[in-house]
């Protein structure tokens, strides 16, 4: 039987990549934060995690590939995403709106849904990727479209492995954020004008 999760579904979704492994303790950590964590692979992640310990670690089925049209949904709808590691492919098609893959197909429709997101990049800074001009655009264009990006690798190098802790501290504070937007938007004061539309683009951190 699966604990009570006051939280709500939290879809945590993991790029191929050397840092892939790490997400089972962000799944255990998101879990004793009272989540309901769901897993969801990029096809070529399924090379670097065990996905049947993922299986039995979320209760449910670990997802890869687009579902037929008349299967049933398998996953519950998520109130919030992680993307643990976030590689350099996945986010520049995120970015440019391409969904070839279920992972970009959810973030993409998440996305456009203002759903709070969670970025990791990780890779290794100095090869090249972190300089190749797209990979700062990417940033920019997701970072309008209110997601957050945990990007620092002087302080977590040398792949901008960020520890569970603090990618969920993030989360929070985004959750929250969103939240006094709504409240502000529904409220009678008068602060709904561009300076608060200005306030909510990305938080400080990210």
Known sequence: MKPFSPRGVLYVITCASSSAPLVESLIIA??????????ILTPRARQF???AALQ???GHPVRSEYKHPREPDLLPPAQALVVFPATFNTLNKWALGISDTLALGLLSEYTGKRAPIVAVPCFKTGGGLDTNPAFPRSLRLLRRAGVCLIYEPERYPPKNQVPPEVILETLEQLIAERKETALARTSDSPGEGPETQHQEKELPSC
């Open 30 to 39: 998101a879990q004793q934060a009272g989540w309901d964590v769901c897993s």
């Open 49 to 51: 995690v065990d996905e």
């Open 56 to 58: 039995r670690l979320t």
